[in-house]
Nanobody
């Protein structure tokens, strides 16, 4: 059974930083791409970042480019999202997801396992 468990969310002031972690189990972590998505109240789920199985290919959503960094540690079966220069509009529930085999994708339907989410709230 595949499990993804996010941690590291919380309340932070605008301009601050948070680092999210997602620990994976139940599949060969190093064989699959990983992604981060977010969903704010009343809004559709939004792509944040994705990283290939090797870390050699990375995508970012336009709204987080230059502020967020995705990384992974295959030895620890963990993917990270370092979030800097946070803005109130970054407030959302953040989800990690494990991708299907294939090219790196920004599309949520290309990911077949999802974590339960972690809340990030940025105050102004």
């Amino acid at each position: 059974q595949v499990q993804l468990v996010e941690s590291g969310g919380g309340l932070v002031q605008a301009g601050g930083s948070l680092k999210l972690s997602c620990a994976a189990s139940g599949r060969t972590f190093s064989s699959y791409a990983m992604g981060w998505f977010r969903q704010a109240p009343g809004k559709e789920r939004e792509f944040v970042a994705a990283i290939s199985w090797s870390g050699g290919s990375i995508f970012y959503g336009d709204s987080v480019k230059g502020r967020f960094t995705i990384s992974r540690d295959n030895a620890k079966n963990t993917v990270y999202l370092q979030m800097n220069s946070l803005k109130p509009e970054d407030t959302a529930v953040y989800y990690c997801a494990s991708g299907r085999a294939g090219p790196l994708s920004k599309l949520d339907y290309e990911y077949d396992y999802w974590g339960q989410g972690t809340q990030v709230t940025v105050s102004s």
